[in-house]
């Protein structure tokens, strides 16, 4: 089924590179950039697999754009290798540019205990939610490559004439590709709070990341993600929201926290946000 990017090693074990192409891009024609979850699951890619660890947590700074034909450039430094965790940081920069920063933990223990106390909301499985998509409706880019279902709340393609809502959206969402959810798959859906932010504000609006964090509980191969994202507040243009990630099974795959810039689409000036 091959793999939602093409991230390649290089002689160095610790630099690798991930050609922008254009289905891993967002944003209005003539200034379409890579998806920021890419750049942090691109992160997390490189980092297991220069440390053979996994990821534990993964924290992204978002910096500048990266345009689609560019070449980005990512760097693992691993300033703390322990016998169980590894602590790293990826630079991702084109030429002298710095892109992201993705800071990480890594590692695992031999534990046999394993629980959870976040539940999974009760909603219609995703062949009974009907399907929404990105508001733009572009042809191409990274939301094409998902398939997205409404469990609850208000998506950002449906008009917005309620009022203030109550933050709240779930969504059922999946590769069209055929990709499981990994901890790669898994960043760059966490990437998609600003999806809640109209239906909170009640106006067409969505948001630019400035870093998002995702923290991975039992990582359960599936097709179907269930996100149940919840917009905390919004105050002097910024939003904060977070997500809880589940399996079908109700599985608590990860939780993700986001802060965002608010773009509200009304703007001319806004055209480039998500």
């Known amino acids: 089924m091959g793999t939602l990017f093409d991230l390649n090693p290089t002689h160095n074990p610790h630099r690798w590179y991930l050609p922008v192409t254009e289905d891993l891009c967002v944003g209005a024609a003539g200034r379409r950039f890579m998806f920021g979850g890419v750049g942090l699951a691109a992160a ?21 754009f990266a345009r689609p034909g560019s070449i980005v450039d990512l760097d693992v430094w691993v300033p703390v290798a322990g016998r169980l965790t590894s602590q790293a ?23 046999q205990l394993s629980d959870q106390w976040v539940t999974m909301p009760d909603v219609p499985a ?10 733009r409706n572009e042809p191409q880019g990274l939301n094409r490559q998902f398939e997205m279902r ?3 709340g208000i998506p950002n393609d449906r008009p917005f004439q309620h009022g203030r809502g109550n933050g709240r959206l779930i969504f059922w969402v999946r590769s069209r590709g055929g990709h499981v959810a990994d901890s790669q798959l898994l960043a760059v859906i966490a990437d998609f709070v600003a999806s809640a932010i109209a239906g909170a504000i009640g106006r067409n609006a969505g948001g630019n990341s400035l ?6 509980a039992r990582l359960e191969p599936s097709e179907w993600v269930l996100c149940d994202v919840q ?8 939003v904060h929201g977070v997500m809880h990630l589940f399996a079908p099974s109700g599985t608590l795959l990860g939780t993700a926290s986001q802060s965002l810039i608010l773009r509200l689409h009304d703007s001319a000036a806004d055209g480039a946000a998500l």
């Open 89 to 111: 940081t990826v630079i991702e920069h084109i030429d002298d540019r710095k892109i992201i920063t993705v800071h990480a933990a890594l590692g695992s223990r031999d534990d």
């Open 126 to 135: 995703p062949d009974a939610c009907s399907p929404f998509q990105h508001w």
């Open 211 to 216: 870093d998002n964090t995702i923290r991975y």
């Open 150 to 152: 409404l469990a609850a």
């Open 231 to 238: 917009i905390e507040s919004v105050h002097a243009g910024i």
């Open 44 to 64: 997390i890619s490189a980092m297991e697999r220069t440390c053979g660890r996994p990821v534990i947590w993964a924290t992204a700074h978002y910096l500048s």
